[in-house]
């Protein structure tokens, strides 16, 4: 046993990417089997890697979750920045540009309109919990967005960890949301094709809430709604530590 733990940590990415195709199989298994595809097996996964950071943070007392125990150390790569990246513009992959050039004005605007949107909602929810300082609301707010705009608007503006935690969560939550209701809202609001999904797209933003509920309403739109998905992200990251942060810096 001592042997074969050593050989885990010494190649530690490789056994996190065994650990987390073993939690995805089982994520879509359980998807497939349970919820008959009902509840995507990304949501579900996104669930059980809560549950395993929350059990790594509580058996080392650390701060990286899992990625504190020796044996699963590798996940702190495998999560990092550079990966994260690298899967969010690879989604982009696959698109027929004919069809982006079909969304038009209206998916420039969607994008705008998803981040001012998200953004304020996430003023009031910070607002209602009593935040009164200026970069605590910018950096909620911002997790309304994505999970991914919230800590870079909240390192920017200097938030503190804990905030910069809550804008995490306020995104995965959005992520989620996302994921389960938009198989369920899709024939309602016509997204049922490239055009729609892009506008879609640009409205949510999340990319990874957006690809896997459009991958549970039609697979072949999940490369146009993630590629404005991707561009909604970045525009988030320019606007929120900047124009919206002085917007809400002179109103409070």
Known sequence: MDSIKNVL???????????????????YFISTKLTRGKLHGSAIAIMLGLLLAYYGGTVTGGEKGLADISIF????????????DLAIISTAFGVNFN???????????SLFIGIFLSFFIGVIVALSFGYSNAVDITTIGAGTATYIVGPVTGSALGASSEV???????GLIK??????????????????????????????GTTSGTAAGLAATDPKLVPYGAMTATFYTGLGCLLCPSLLYFIIQLTF
Do not use: C, H, W
Not at 99 to 109: P, W
Not at 180 to 195: E, S, V
């Open 9 to 27: 940590i010494e190649n530690s990415l490789v056994t996190a990417f065994a650990l987390i195709g073993l939690t995805m199989y089982l994520s």
């Open 73 to 84: 150390a590798g996940i702190g790569i495998m999560g990092g920045g550079m990966l994260r």
């Open 99 to 109: 069809q982006v050039k079909s969304a038009g004005a209206i998916g420039f605007l």
């Open 164 to 170: 910069i935690t809550l804008s995490i969560a306020a």
């Open 175 to 204: 992520s989620m949301l996302t994921m389960i209701f938009t198989p369920f809202a899709a024939k309602f609001i016509g997204l049922n094709n490239p055009r729609s999904a892009m506008i879609f797209g640009g409205l949510m």
